[in-house]
């Protein structure tokens, strides 16, 4: 069974190396969908801003062999989703991981949507930054 995992990295500077290190041991491979600016949904955000996270802020450590990184300038979150999925797909992965950031607070992280924990595992752990 190969299970992969997909994040979304824009404006995640804070979390995304401690998600990585988390996921890293538990899944075949890592998909990081990196959007060049914000989707669409407001049009002039999407004019002016680029995003926060730059490439050189993830930091692949150890697992750099199972990381791909798809860049795009997707107009919306489905087709960002999209774009992993289908690589995904392709690709034969059994399991998809959907793993999400949520900002409730600054100091606060997070939730894993639609994850399988293998055995004995602590990905499905939340982590308190």
Not at 32 to 56: D, F, G, H, K, M
Not at 76 to 97: H, M, P, Q, S, Y
């Amino acid at each position: 069974m190969q299970i992969a995992v997909h994040v979304l990295a824009y404006d995640v500077n804070r979390y995304i190396n401690a998600m990585l290190r988390n996921v890293a041991p538990h899944v075949d491979k890592i998909y990081i969908a990196y959007p060049q600016r914000p989707w669409n949904y407001i049009p002039s955000s999407r004019e002016t801003r680029v995003n926060p996270t730059r490439l050189e802020d993830i930091n692949l450590g150890d697992f750099h062999n199972k990381v791909e990184i798809i860049q795009g300038d997707w107009a919306t979150d489905e087709e960002t989703r999209n774009a992993c999925f289908d690589r995904v797909k392709a690709e034969g992965f059994d399991w998809l991981i959907i793993h999400g950031f949520t900002s409730e607070s600054s100091s606060r992280v997070i939730r894993t949507v639609n994850y399988l924990e293998p055995p004995g595992s602590t990905f499905g752990n939340q982590v308190n930054l």
